[in-house]
């Protein structure tokens, strides 16, 4: 499988992107007393109207739980673990990087992900979507910003301003969004491929174990088919 011309790194979103983050939600909506589906259900809206998801438990109106879910074994994708082997196998450089709490980068290096920097928005002090956060990821890459292909799973946090830092992108919205998957960015010059032929999750895929040596690598296939851009 060939990499894109001119990529020498690849650098991956954490949520919806390697970790499922359904059982995590689910276990902040029990602790914040309020449902999943309730919880869920504001996010997405939120998200889709491209606002900031932390505003859902003020919009709630309920406190945010102090202390956010561990990531197990059990929330990552099926692919996560090979796709980043199969990055690290073609000689890239790869970095894991998404807005996240202090102590992901542990979590995530003792779940088996073999990268060569793991941070976190907590640690660098700054946020997705705002530029500061990409030119942390260039500095840790050591990377031409060109050289990098950032992939993560939404539009405004991810595509838009990776593709304004000067990355390239790829899109893996349908992870969670397998029925409305956008071919461009709405408002925006970066083509948003996305791996059409994945199927819609099944509704236990959170509760699935790992399938180590899966043949099913939509991840990996994104990041290896994405186009020049
Ligand atoms: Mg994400």
Redesign the pocket.
């Known amino acids: 499988m060939s990499i894109p011309a001119g990529v020498r790194g690849v650098v991956f979103?954490?949520?919806?992107?390697l970790v499922d983050?359904s059982r995590a939600w689910t276990i902040q909506a029990e602790r914040a007393g309020v449902t999943p589906f309730a919880l869920m259900g504001l996010l997405g809206a939120l998200i889709a109207r491209d606002e900031d998801h932390r505003r859902v438990w003020e919009m709630l109106g309920v406190e945010r739980p102090a202390d956010p879910a561990r990531i197990e074994h059990i929330d990552l994708y099926p692919d996560a673990l090979d796709c980043l082997r199969a990055a690290r196998h073609a000689g890239l450089v790869v970095g894991i990087a998404?807005?996240q709490p202090s102590g992901v980068e542990t979590q995530l290096r003792g779940l088996g992900f073999d990268a060569g920097f793991v941070d976190s928005s907590a640690a660098w002090g700054a946020a997705k979507p705002s530029a500061a956060l990409f030119a942390q990821i260039i500095q840790a890459a050591q990377l031409d910003p060109g050289e990098i292909m950032y992939v993560?799973?939404?539009v405004d946090?991810?595509i838009l301003p990776a593709h304004q830092a000067g990355m390239r992108t790829a899109g893996h919205c349908c992870r969670c969004r397998p029925a409305a998957i956008p071919t461009t960015c709405p408002g925006g010059p970066t083509p948003h491929r996305c791996c059409g032929s994945q199927p819609a999750a099944s509704p236990d895929r959170a509760h699935r174990p790992v399938r180590s040596g899966s043949s099913l690598r939509p991840l990996w296939g994104l990041v290896s088919v994405s186009p020049r851009y």
């Open positions: 979103d954490v949520g919806e992107t983050e998404g807005n993560g799973d939404r946090n991810d």
